[in-house]
């Protein structure tokens, strides 16, 4: 036994009298490997015999040369406070020199180590255990608390009911949002002579926001981990609001692009936040259908959006379509008002710790808190690391691309549809009708995906209960397939007076089914495949498909008048076609390209 574990196990002793070496050696002060990693090994008490986590890890930055710092349990009237036989939980000061990977298994360790060793406390039934740490004004002595198995507080205990109002109130958010965005196609039918403007120029009501909703995640999302997503959901919807009404009654274009460039930023917690408010109130292996739902919704919205406002805008007028949106968006206000409630668990019960220093007067903390000191730093992290991934990681470069691309073809389709409906003999309105076809589509797609569960399923058996990550692409691989081939057969049957227009309309639903496949296999994966990364690796792919829908339909139009009908869906579908090689070759060298990559090979060592 070391110098260091005598002269600890004396100072236990003094305070103990006759406790048994088996019992001191059990109190000696818990201390996780994360922190302070170049200090001298210390033997393992039975307190750390959770701590499972690989140290091998390396530190975000080294630490300057410098005398070790050797733990102790500090002098005078405070080793009074600490010596009262209740486990002790040592968090030396170290935030700042860790990864963010390895700030993320610190609050684990220190969650599991509460879970273990902490003490059911007050009336308010929480988990609790002392600590001392350092939140950047030296270290101090406080609770820690954590939640109780059954707490009726913690969101993954609500009962469905709650949880599936929260999740259709966010779903309306994402409805109406998706809805307003892809009806500016539709709508530049009658804009360019309501505003007096160029088809381009009025089309920058689609690409501006769609800018803005590209970027503004990647400020809200770790925002919303901080000071909780329910605040951001209820002042974004209020903007949302008042930001229409220059919308309805103004004609000066550029007044509008810039209300429509700020609605963007709130719109954006539709794609950004809801997936996280599933993952807040439901456990993974419930989240299947929830995140099914989320999808489904948002190609309901583009599939029922369209020609809802097109025939708003070609019976009733620009106003009236302004006006409709408006009032969806005051619905949206007054629903999220009702039912929306903070579902961020490490935020309620950070407000429950701060209750309970006022009441108690000593500092309660949740293991969360450990880490809001270093917010700047998460910020930062948020807004580079995506781009890192973009521009470094193969997989994120190569799913990045194909699905932003076949994300973008659905709002170019917007042009497309409308030009072969009418070659038809369609007015606008009933040409935009076609675009019910995405709606339709996403059921299909939504039945496909229980196959996939059970593909993936039957993968995990095969792997010992852990399926790899590829076999979550499976169905996305042939919805890869799927769309080019159908985009091809809807290019050479949408002929007006040669083929019936239903054989291209049936070609929209293969195609919009296909992309479904696809968009949900992205998420899945690049979930599975960055685990704790998996954030930034959303955000890269979600950034150029954003960007990429914002861009495209500014030349679709011309695209498809130039060409041709028929040479300009050839094009689409060839890229795709070449593009849906991507799946296929993750499904084949995913796990080599994994092991290379710097950041799977540290979440995949034994793969």
Not at 148 to 154: S, V
Not at 320 to 330: L, P
Not at 580 to 597: D, E, N, Q, V
Request: hydrophobic content about 45%; charged content about 15%.
């Amino acid at each position: 036994m070391s110098d260091k574990d005598k002269d600890e196990e004396k100072q236990v002793g003094t305070s103990e009298g006759s406790t048994s070496t088996t019992t001191r050696q059990s109190d000696r002060p818990y201390r996780s490997k994360y922190l302070d990693p170049e200090s001298p090994s210390v033997s393992v008490s039975d307190s750390e015999k959770h701590d499972t986590f690989d140290s091998s890890l390396p530190t975000s930055r080294p630490r300057a040369a410098s005398r070790p710092k050797i733990p102790h349990l500090g002098t005078g009237s405070t080793t009074q406070n600490y010596n009262h036989g209740d486990k002790l939980s040592r968090m030396a000061s170290g935030l700042s020199r860790m990864s963010s990977h390895q700030a993320n298994e610190l609050e684990e360790d220190l969650r599991r180590h509460i879970s273990i060793h902490g003490k059911r406390r007050h009336s308010e039934g929480i988990l609790e255990d002392r600590a001392v740490v350092d939140l950047g004004n030296g270290e101090e002595e406080v609770i820690i608390v954590d939640w109780i198995p059954d707490d009726p507080d913690n969101p993954f205990n609500w009962s469905p009911a709650r949880k599936y109002a929260i999740l259709l109130t966010c779903v309306f958010i994402t409805f109406t949002g998706a809805a307003s965005l892809v009806s500016v196609g539709i709508l530049a039918t009658w804009g360019t002579d309501y505003f007096d403007v160029s088809r381009e120029v009025f089309l920058l009501q689609l690409t501006l926001p769609m800018m803005a909703i590209a970027f503004t995640p990647m400020v809200l999302a770790p925002l919303s981990e901080v000071i909780g997503r329910n605040m951001i959901y209820q002042i974004t919807s209020i903007l949302n609001l008042l930001l229409f009404i220059p919308q309805c009654i103004s004609k000066n274009h550029n007044g509008v692009l810039a209300a429509r460039f700020l609605q963007g930023m709130t719109q954006s917690v539709g794609n950004s936040m809801v997936g996280g408010t599933v993952a807040d109130m439901f456990y993974p292996k419930q989240r299947g259908i929830a995140m099914g739902v989320f999808s489904v919704m948002i190609f309901c919205a583009q599939g029922s959006g369209i020609p809802a406002i097109g025939w708003i805008g070609q019976n009733l007028g620009m106003r009236w379509s302004y006006i409709i949106q408006t009032v969806a968006a005051a619905l949206n206000v007054i629903l999220n008002a009702i039912v929306l409630r903070e579902t961020r668990a490490d935020v309620l019960l950070s407000r429950r710790a701060k209750k309970l220093t006022k009441k108690t007067g000593k500092k309660h903390i949740c293991a969360a808190d450990l880490q809001k000191s270093s917010f700047l730093s998460v910020m930062r992290i948020s807004l580079i690391r995506p781009f890192q991934y973009l521009l470094t990681e193969p997989i994120v470069s190569a799913l990045s691309a194909w699905i932003g691309f076949a994300w973008s073809c659905v709002f170019m389709f917007g042009s497309s549809v409308i030009l072969v409906f009418e070659a038809y003999g369609f007015n606008p309105a009933q040409a935009a009708s076609f675009e019910v076809t995405l709606a339709i589509a996403a059921f299909f797609g939504f039945a496909c995906q229980f196959h996939q569960d059970y593909l993936y399923r039957r993968a995990a058996k095969k792997n010992g209960g852990k399926a790899p990550p590829e076999a979550r692409l499976y169905w996305a691989a042939w919805g890869g397939l799927m769309f080019p081939i159908f985009c091809f057969i809807y290019a050479w049957t949408g002929r007006a007076g040669v083929v019936h227009w239903a054989v291209p309309a049936v070609c929209l639903v293969g195609c919009y089914t296909g992309i479904f496949m696809m968009y949900t296999g992205v998420f899945t994966y690049l979930a599975d495949a960055y685990e704790v990364y998996s954030s930034s690796a959303q955000a890269s792919q979600s950034f150029v498909r954003n960007l990429f829908s914002g861009l495209f339909p500014l030349f679709s139009r011309q695209m498809y008048i130039g060409m041709g009908y028929q040479y300009a869906s050839t094009l689409v579908a060839a890229v795709a076609l070449v593009l849906a090689a991507a799946p296929f070759l993750l499904i084949l060298y995913g796990k080599k390209l994994r092991k290379r990559s710097k950041v799977c090979s540290t979440l995949y060592k034994d793969d």
